[in-house]
């Protein structure tokens, strides 16, 4: 990696003061009041309500507020309900379906609308039940003496015991709701006056086992005239091939004619998104660090999801009130850096990688190449006075000096030397401003070297969570909800034990405990101290490291036993490819045909091929070399690619 100075940059980015605070926080509870809104849901709001209003008579209906994880499906229900209340005769609940579990969720749902009819409508249609032959004596028997004295919640109790008591109590159920429907509503010639609409949030969030029982709920039972349901989920999450994916034909159809239609959710315009971002900004007190390019940035990265760029505001937060890195550095500092890891993750790795031979100031090295790029693009031919500079940044990478004008040719060797994302991020406005305003900085100089001396960020926010994969991460950072870092430990502690990590995320550490011990995993590199997290992991999850420092040790070791797997730098000493040399010698001479895994903090096309040449993967990080070596432990290795 280079460790040349860089050519001055074409303009530098202006500084931003230091600030002191207040800070605050943001909570993440759904907008309820149409003056909380901030991205213009109060108009979709407004309209969804009055239609719903104006569609009672044609009850029963679904309604699906449509839309992905984060993108304010609650937040316009809420919205929705409380446009609601200002229409006559119009009654709502609410049901959460993720607070419930498989038969749960269907007697909750079905409870949770009888709670809303007058006590006087139950009792009549308690009295009804048990005077129906289809019910047990005991029953009638229990429910004709239990109706006087019990309130609402007893006598929903008791309707509940009623209809579900046996198979042929529950195929009345649905005529038996809807008697109570018509009657709370006061129908005259069959249409009601009384309109209930049912909220159900989070059902994306459920299993299949929940899905399926609220569904069958609401279609089943509840399809009555004069009820609503306006269901918020992320409609692909419930398609064949998402949650749903392993339900039979006949219940695939089924979950067809469940919504009747959909709204989904747009997502916010650009300037919508821009001022939401403001005063998300001024509420927090970072208004001032927040630049018309770091807004941009916000916005088009965060995908304009209101709840991720809420928590990346809150990340900053805390950041710069509770991690002690941050002291003495002004606050954009904290902003400019953690945007960088969010959006950046692969280019933020090199800039704190760990310190090394071979390694250098991975900014550095590409704001030179920034210029080199741009003078090797020229038609015209490199000036005398930045050839030489040119020609120095070429020779780091092991090429030629430029003498011609075959510019084109050389930029192309060069791109396969350096980082796999440096093409593609020059061309990146955000990222090299972004670059830019780092450098700028203060005292950017000290703050580049923390970070390369392994300061701790927390993990990046994901845009959704992730189903469990097993990992062996060693750190993870809860403070404000953002998913594990693997191999990233804690800014405000010690990093948690293995069996501690895995507790805390309520997985059983045993299963992973089960697959490593007794794992044979041989490790070569020429600065073991770099490793010493994940390979204490490893042997905390019982599997066996062999260490070797170099290729003649690996050679020793590989002589006495063959590992299960093998993890291997690239770079040793002067050679920047021993690594790759290694193992193509073992290879070709038949001494291990085992998985190889190369761990390497800078990727580079070169690298990539030469190592899909020897049949071996190439991991980027901690999370990366955790997640092959479980899987060679289990004999699922896939080819690389």
């Not at 390694?359 to 704001?367: K, L, N, Q, S, T």
């Not at 693009?377 to 000096?401: G, T």
């Amino acid at each position: 990696m280079s460790t040349s100075a860089p050519l001055p940059p074409d303009a530098a980015a202006p500084s931003a003061p230091p600030l002191h605070g207040p800070f605050a926080l943001l909570n993440d509870e759904p907008v309820a009041e149409p003056g909380a809104d901030l991205l213009g849901a109060g108009r979709a709001a407004r309209r969804l309500a009055g239609l719903l209003v104006a569609s009672r008579a044609a009850t029963p209906f679904t309604l699906a507020v449509d839309a992905g994880w984060g993108m304010g499906k609650s937040s316009l229900m809420r919205l929705v309900d409380a446009e609601l209340a200002q229409a006559p005769e119009v009654h709502t609940v609410w049901y959460n379906a993720w607070t419930s579990t498989g038969a749960d969720a269907l007697e909750g749902l079905i409870k949770s609308v009888l709670m809303r009819f007058d006590r006087r409508v139950l009792r009549r249609g308690l009295q009804r039940i048990s005077d129906r032959r289809a019910l047990l004596r005991a029953v009638r028997a229990a429910t004709t003496v239990a109706a006087g004295p019990l309130g609402v919640a007893g006598l929903v109790d008791e309707l509940w015991r009623g209809l579900s008591v046996n198979s042929q109590a529950r195929n009345g159920m649905r005529q038996a709701i809807g008697e109570l429907v018509q009657e709370w509503s006061e129908t005259a010639d069959f249409r009601p006056r009384r309109l209930l609409v049912v909220f159900i949030d989070d059902l994306d969030r459920c299993s299949d086992e929940n899905v399926l029982a609220v569904c069958e709920a609401v279609k089943v039972y509840l399809d009555v005239p004069g009820l609503a349901f306006v269901i918020g989920c992320d409609r692909s999450a419930l398609a064949p091939n998402g949650l749903l994916r392993d339900l039979s034909p006949a219940a695939s159809a089924f979950m067809e004619k469940i919504f009747q239609t959909s709204y989904r959710i747009p997502v916010a315009d650009q300037q919508g998104v821009r001022e939401y971002i403001d005063r998300c900004a001024r509420a927090v007190g970072i208004d001032q660090l927040l630049d018309e390019r770091l807004t941009t940035l916000l916005a088009e990265r965060s995908a304009r999801n209101p709840r991720r760029i809420k928590r990346l505001v809150n990340g900053f937060v805390l950041e710069a009130t509770l991690n002690p890195m941050w002291e003495g550095f002004p606050p954009e500092a904290v902003v400019r850096t953690l945007l960088l890891q969010y959006f950046y993750p692969d280019f933020y790795r090199m800039v704190a990688g760990v310190p090394g031979p071979g390694a250098g100031d991975v900014i550095a090295e590409f704001r030179t190449y920034q210029q080199v790029r741009r003078l090797l693009r020229s038609p015209e031919p490199i000036p005398e006075a930045e050839l030489a500079r040119v020609n120095r940044f070429l020779l780091e990478h092991d090429l030629p000096e430029q003498t011609g004008a075959a510019g084109a040719e050389t930029l192309g060797r060069l791109e396969r030397q350096l980082p796999s994302g440096f093409p593609e991020m020059v061309t990146d406005q955000e990222f090299t401003s972004l670059i830019d305003g780092l450098v700028a900085l203060p005292r950017s100089e000290e703050l580049l070297r923390r970070l390369r001396e392994g300061a701790e960020l927390p993990a990046p926010v994901q845009p959704e969570p992730a189903p469990y994969l097993p990992s062996l991460s060693y750190g993870t950072t809860p403070a404000y909800g953002a998913a594990p870092q693997y191999g990233t430990a804690s800014p405000y502690g010690a990093a948690p034990s293995y069996g501690a990590a895995q507790a805390a995320r309520g997985v059983d550490a045993r299963v992973d405990d089960a697959v490593l011990r007794g794992v044979r995993l041989l490790w070569v590199d020429d600065h073991p101290r770099n490793n010493e997290k994940l390979v204490n992991t490893f042997r905390a999850a019982g599997a066996v490291v062999r260490i070797a420092e170099d290729s003649q040790a690996a050679d020793a070791a590989l002589a006495v036993e063959s590992p299960t797997v093998l993890v291997s730098d690239i770079a040793r000493g002067a050679n920047r490819r021993e690594g790759l040399e290694h193992i193509g010698r073992l290879r070709s001479e038949g001494r291990y045909t085992g998985p190889v895994i190369f761990y390497a903090g800078r990727v580079t096309p070169e690298r990539a091929a030469l190592a899909r040449e020897l049949g071996a993967h190439l991991a980027r990080g901690g999370a990366e070399v955790e997640r092959l070596v479980l899987r060679a432990a289990e004999g699922e290795l896939p080819p690389p690619v």
